[in-house]
């Protein structure tokens, strides 16, 4: 073979010094075009002043404190906090009470810590808390948080949000969700559970 080429050993053909230089290079190029890529995208979130990813539970202890009485969304979005009058405020999901944000004067954390009833949810970007996990709550994947959500969506922006549906209410095991992979009419095995 040519200088740098394979070579030929007892157990096959091998890379020589020039082709495993040239992979290296290849390998190290890619590598450093990823790294700045991901350079970019750091150096953007780093002008806006920096940044962190949030995880919502899918699931709360406190679920029972939902009450089963519709929420007026209109109403809620009209009001102001009903301690103070503040106008950053979250809507108690067990009482309905409205009242105002931890960085205004915190009457919705004294209303969770007194009564107990620990989700709430933001009449600014109608994100939920709970006050309990100290942590939002994914609203696609808790059902028993869609009516609510329904109201103020619709009272806020004059429709209804996509939410997802179910054919029958999920059994104590969890639930099956079914992915699809592949294009439309795709009878291969990519198909999983």
Do not use: N
């Amino acid at each position: 073979p040519g200088r740098g080429g394979a070579l030929r050993t007892a157990g096959g053909l091998r890379p020589g010094p020039l082709v495993r230089a040239a992979l290296r290079s290849k390998a190290q190029a890619l590598l450093q075009s990823t790294i700045r890529e991901m350079s970019v995208y750091e150096a953007d979130v780093e002008a806006l002043g920096g940044g962190f990813q949030v995880y919502p539970r899918t699931w709360s202890p406190h679920l029972s404190c939902v009450s089963s009485e519709p929420l007026d969304g209109v109403a809620a979005l009209a009001k102001t906090c009903e301690a103070c009058g503040a106008g950053e405020t979250w809507v108690c999901l067990g009482c309905h009470a409205i009242l105002c944000s931890r960085y205004q004067q915190g009457h919705a954390v004294a209303h969770a810590r007194e009564t107990g009833h620990q989700i709430a949810v933001s009449l600014s970007d109608l994100s939920f808390w709970d006050f309990g996990q100290d942590a939002y709550l994914d609203v696609f994947a808790i059902r028993q948080l869609h009516d609510a959500y329904t109201a103020l969506h619709e009272a806020k922006f004059g429709s209804k949000p996509a939410l997802p549906t179910r054919s029958a209410e999920p059994s104590a095991g969890g639930v099956t969700l079914t992915l699809e992979l592949g294009g439309a009419g795709d009878d291969s095995d990519e198909a999983k559970t």
